[in-house]
T-cell receptor, first 116, second 110 residues
Framework: NAGVTQTPKFQVLKTGQSMTLQCAQD?????MYWYRQDPGMGLRLIYYSASEGTTDKGEVPNGYNVSRLNKREFSLRLESAAPSQTSVYFC???????????????FGPGTRLTVT | RKEVEQDPGPFNVPEGATVAFNCTYSNSASQSFFWYRQDCRKEPKLLMS???SGNEDGRFTAQLNRASQYISLLIRDSKLSDSATYLCVVNIYTGNQFYFGTGTSLTVIP
């Protein structure tokens, strides 16, 4: 049981390049999330997927797209990378049992992205 | 206004000390509350959920005050291994989003 896995762990891009960050979870969770973490800003939600087939914007979605490929996988794409997207990206999953409750989020190890 | 606010610290305390962190949240509709721990360059991990009546897990005690909209974490008998950043997290049911504070840095000194 690997939990939440992310690839790659590190990446350097030039401005304008594109890339996809991969995330997979093996806990059969319905909900998956992408966050970015910047110094002094805390974790900010980029996109989330409450269930397979649905995705919604979070606090900072501009410049990103996501795909919930199946229940296990949730990818984040940067179409044209900018230096402002230099950050640490975390994927997470959780499994709320019902509408009015929520459970802990499990995080992947993160991807450290630098855009030059 | 941020959904969740924390004092960033840093808190530098000697081993064995008691230290308390507070966190305030802005949305009165917030439903679930958590403290996460994040070690340097690692992913956040759940430390404990925070229940309305308050709860304790060993040396850690969490309290929730809904009237004043704040959450606290008390660490007793601090250990060197408690050195980390502590994140306050709030869940507001609008599509099951979680809001994170910026974190409070704790260093326990020998």
């Amino acid at each position: 049981n690997a939990g939440v896995t992310q690839t790659p762990k590190f990446q350097v891009l030039k401005t304008g390049q594109s890339m996809t960050l991969q995330c997979a979870q093996d806990m059969n969770h319905n909900s998956m999330y992408w966050y970015r973490q910047d110094p002094g800003m805390g974790l900010r939600l980029i996109y989330y997927s409450a269930s397979e087939g649905t995705t919604d914007k979070g606090e900072v979605p501009n410049g990103y797209n996501v795909s919930r490929l199946n229940k296990r996988e949730f990818s984040l794409r940067l179409e044209s990378a900018a230096p402002s997207q230099t950050s640490v990206y975390f994927c997470a999953s959780s499994d709320p049992r019902d509408t009015y409750s929520s459970y802990e989020q499990y995080f992947g190890p993160g991807t450290r992205l630098t855009v030059t | 206004r941020k959904e969740v606010e924390q004092d960033p610290g840093p808190f530098n305390v000697p081993e064995g000390a008691t230290v308390a962190f507070n966190c305030t949240y802005s949305n009165s509709a917030s439903q679930s509350f958590f403290w996460y721990r994040q070690d340097c360059r690692k992913e956040p991990k759940l430390l404990m959920s925070v229940y309305s009546s308050g709860n304790e897990d060993g040396r850690f005690t969490a309290q929730l005050n809904r009237a004043s909209q704040y959450i606290s974490l008390l660490i007793r008998d601090s250990k060197l291994s408690d050195s980390a950043t502590y994140l306050c997290v709030v869940n507001i049911y609008t599509g099951n989003q979680f809001y994170f504070g910026t974190g409070t840095s704790l260093t326990v000194i020998p």
